[in-house]
Each structure stands twice: as structure tokens, then as C-alpha cells.
């Protein structure tokens, strides 16, 4: 069992090659080898039983992608992209990276005649547009209104076609927002929703930009390289022609998450939470999705935290052995 | 007020045209030139008024559609395609000229500064897939089970998402299937809508090889073409950034269609119907579209015709001089 992962030096992308090492097969079958790419080179050593290399490049490359695919790895993660808002800022960079570097990987594997790989691709709840219903269902329409969920959303289209023909055996994953994230704040309009449990837990002030009645759709990232794992041992007869599946997540609003932490580390950190509107984030915030019925994915075994205690414990146990500040 | 027509060749580009220089004006200025391009050129001549040039060549080599948009036209017609059957067939055929067909002529109008034409784009109901509700309302999700889908789909979200980032102002039409098509009988799947009312109106024998349940949405190539009249004519600003709008119709079972036929024409001409089921047929159409809601286009003014009887008329009117056989 071969292994490709393209955004390998992303944080889901080392979790994955991570809990991939830690599992040492998939499919069952034995992993012998990893394979990590991205912009930039990631750094995860090898074990005993699996070898690790690590490579950087651009995937708007055919030449690059083409040869990354050259030993016909058994099951390919895509998780390569520009983010939301560069793709936004760079109207080219976006298409040229997100959607034709997608078309490279696709094209590189048909291009060889027999190989046909277990594709995850990792797609948005972004190729969902407002005005939206109360929950997005399995058969809302996507209507992008970033050109990010544009390219995700044509990503979508080419992977359910391309394995509709049998050029290889596709399956995409609307994720939710991933929260806590770890790392430093970041200046992404979502940052806010793991700034104001991450800093806290670590006895640092953080600022919530939008009002507590916000609600949206979150998993863990524990629960997120759950789902391409999953992702990757599915039968592609049982998950039949709509190869696109919106994830299980938790719809909470701000005032919910911040109960949730005050439950779980004391009011103490819940009061490091400054609030302090900022109109931009505001309005930004207020065309994304709020919540989902992921039916179809729970129907195939996908699953994620049902409470909001259940995400903060990931992140203690995952981030910070497991010890409050 | 300069036109370019993409798939100038073909039945819907060609009444297109001819309409053009029936009314003589769009968007309220006069129409001084049109140009049709195609893979084969057409031939319609010039008017006292309206300049009309006709060329051939391929939309999948940029350079041909950027020469073709050199004169910045202020409206653009986009219903160059391969058709369903040939994109299905031949796979590296209908990517190249339906998706980067389209890539080609959004990129050449995006390379010249300021020049922000209408694009009237023609997608398909093709975009949809199997199963379907009861009626296909304008919120349900684009799951295409062909290549030909995929491709107008990839079309409709770039020509969305090109629209909101004000590159273009562009405007998606899904239309019905186009009943009745005049010239011969063709093997289209889709051939019989036509066949069974054309033949007989001209007194010849038609075979339908599905059951007389099927249903199906319709609308007369007048409608048709009425209707990229009618999305040149609308404000951009009243459609929203929703830029793809499901066509009205008429939903109707193939024996509504040969009662319509008899009341018409009477049972000397419904009875040159032989049924004689092709199973290949049957098993395609039984995947395809029954019925639609097209509420957003019907409120943005955009009609066709409420009876198969008036489909039949608008076909005696404009291909038989209004005569019946």
C-alpha cells in the first residue's frame, strides 16, 4: 500500500501521515510507503515498516503532479490548495493552482492506462452560497460565492465524472470548519472561531469579533483526518454515483462554544475572551453556512464530536496532553 | 450594438440570428453587426442595417477565440458544444472544446481591461442527475450523470463566479429539450420528441421506442430562442448573483404529446406513430428529467408555451408555412 498525500505539510495533512503511521495500514493492507507534497517540504521521519518521503512543488505543474504519480500510488489525498482568501485576493493564482493544478492530478492518473486509484479529495462547505435553508441538505445546489468554492466545487464536478467512467475511484469531503485549530491566531476570517478556545486554554487573552448568536458547522481535526481514513476504505459500489459528501460536523453558535468552554476549564478562561465587534469579520461571517444534516455521510459511517466539550477535549488530549492550563 | 454567436451553425444559433435581424435592436441600440462562428460556417446574409460575417474554426485553441472577441461585441451568445452523445463517446473531445472551450472565450474577455460584455451562456438540464424530486425546483444540486453535464456545469460555475468578481455579465440558461426540431430524424437519444410530431405533420411514418408514460420538459425552438433573447435584454443587477436559471417548460407524458398531435391533426396523422420500445432508449430517457419548477425564471420573465398543442402550432407556423399536411 502506496501512499500519496498533496498538502502533506498542512496541519490535516501531517495529522494525516500521522494517525496513518500510527495505524500502519489502510484498506488492509500494509502501508510500505508515504508520500507528502507541498509548497513547502514537510518534515515526518519514517518508521520501522513505512518509508517517508517528502517533497515540494507546485501542482499547477503537469510535469510535477505527473511525476508524483509515476509509482502509481494505491490511494492519493488531495488536500492541496490555495486558502479562501488568497484565492479571492488572486483571481489567477486561484484557478491556476486550486482548479487546473486539481485537473493535473486527475489528468496525470488517466493518463496511465490501468492505474486506477482511490482519490480523497478534500472539498468545502464553501461550495455553498446564502441565501441558505435552515440546514443545507445532501440536495442543496451549490452556489459559490468565493471564487475558492467555485474551484472546490469544480473539483467535485470532474471527480464524480471521472469516476462515473472508471478512470479511478474518487470521493470528496465538504468539510466543516476545522476548530480548535492549533498554532498560532491567524488573520483568516474564521480564525476567531479556534482563537477564543485555543488562547484561553493556554491562559491567553483572545478576541471574538462577531456576536455570540453566530452559529456555524465544526469538527475537530481529530475528527477531519477521521473522515479521509474513512474516506479511504469506503466501497465506491456503496457510495454510488454522487461522489461528493458533506461531513458531519456541529452546529453551535459563538455563546454555545464559549458555555462549552466555561463547563470545561472555569470561567477563568472564559473571561480572557474579549468582545469586540469587527463589522468586516461580521459581515463576512454572516453569509457561511450554519448548520447541515450530513445524512448521507452518517449513513455511511462518518462521524464527528457531538458536543462542543467532546471538540475542546480533542484538542486538550491532542495539543496539550491532555492538561488544562 | 456588435453580436458574436458561438454555435452560429446550429438550428438554435442559426433562428437566433435570424431573429436578431428580424427585431434589429438589443438592449435598446441598434444592431450593427454579427458575427457567427462555428466548427462549419454558416450562411446568412447581411441587411440593409445589420453587417453579418460568418467564420469556422475551434473554441478549444485560445488564439481562434480571442481573435474572435478583438472587436469587443457587446453581447455574446455561447452555444458552441459538442452534443451529449459525442461528449460521452469521446471523453478528451467534449473536456476540450465544452470545458476549455469556455475557459477560452472567459479568459480571452477577461484579458482585455474594461470590457465587460454580456455573455449569454446555453447549459443544459443535463446538469442534473437521476433520482430526482417530483419537480426539479431552482434549489436543487447539480449531480450530472454525463460528461456533457459535468462540462455545463463546470460552465455555469465559472460563468457565476467570473459574473460576481464583475470580469463579465454573464447569464446560464438550462434549457428544456427543444421540441419539435425541424430537418431529418436523427439518432439522438432524444431524437423521438421530434420525430413522432414532424414526420407525421409531414405525412411520413415515426418510430417511438419508449412507453407513452415517459415524461419529459419541453419548450419550441421560438421559446428557445426567445429565451437568450430575453437574458440579453435582463439587468444584471435584478438577477442577483445566482447567474444560472433552470428554462421554463412544459412537463409532458409522450401520449399527452399524441393526443395533442390528434387533436391537431387528427388520427391520420397520430396513427403513423409506430411504438415499437428500444430498450438502449429507454433505459437512457429513463434517467433523464420528468418535470421542473422553474419559479425564478418565470419571475424574471422568461415564458414558453403552456400546451404541447402550441408547440405544434409554433412548428407548423415557423417550418410549414402554418399548413398542415
Known sequence: MKILVLGAAGMIGRKLIERLLQHGSLRGQAISKIHGFDVVEGAIASTDSVEVTMSAGNISEPTVVDALVEDQPDVIFHLAAIVSGEAEADFEKGYRVNMRGTQNLFDAVIARTGYVPRIVYASSIAVFGAPFPEAIDDDFHLTPLTSYGTQKA????????????????????????????????????????????????????????????????????????????????????????????????????????????????????????????????????????????????????????????????????????????
Open 154 to 325: 469544480i473539483g467535485e464536478l470532474l471527480l464524480a465524472d471521472y469516476s462515473r467512467k472508471g478512470h479511478f475511484d474518487g470521493i470528496g469531503l465538504r468539510l466543516p470548519t476545522v476548530v480548535v485549530r492549533p498554532g498560532k491566531p491567524n488573520l483568516a476570517a474564521s480564525g476567531f472561531f479556534s482563537n477564543i478556545i485555543r488562547e484561553p486554554l493556554s491562559g491567553l487573552p483572545a478576541v471574538l469579533p462577531v456576536s455570540e448568536d453566530v452559529m456555524h458547522w465544526m469538527a475537530s481535526p481529530r475528527s477531519a483526518v477521521g473522515f479521509f481514513i474513512h474516506a479511504a476504505e469506503l466501497d465506491g459500489d456503496v457510495v454510488g454515483p454522487r461522489r461528493n459528501l458533506t461531513m458531519p460536523g456541529l452546529a453551535i453558535t459563538v455563546g454555545g462554544m464559549i458555555e462549552a468552554l466555561r463547563s470545561v476549564a472555569g470561567s477563568k478562561a472564559s473571561d480572557l475572551i474579549e468582545h469586540k465587534t469587527d463589522p468586516t469579520i461580521a459581515g463576512i461571517v454572516a453569509n457561511w453556512p450554519r448548520n447541515f444534516s450530513a445524512d448521507r455521510a452518517e449513513s455511511l459511517g462518518f462521524s464527528s464530536e457531538k458536543s462542543f466539550e467532546a471538540i475542546i477535549h480533542a484538542h486538550l488530549e491532542d495539543e496539550l496532553d491532555g492538561k488544562l492550563p
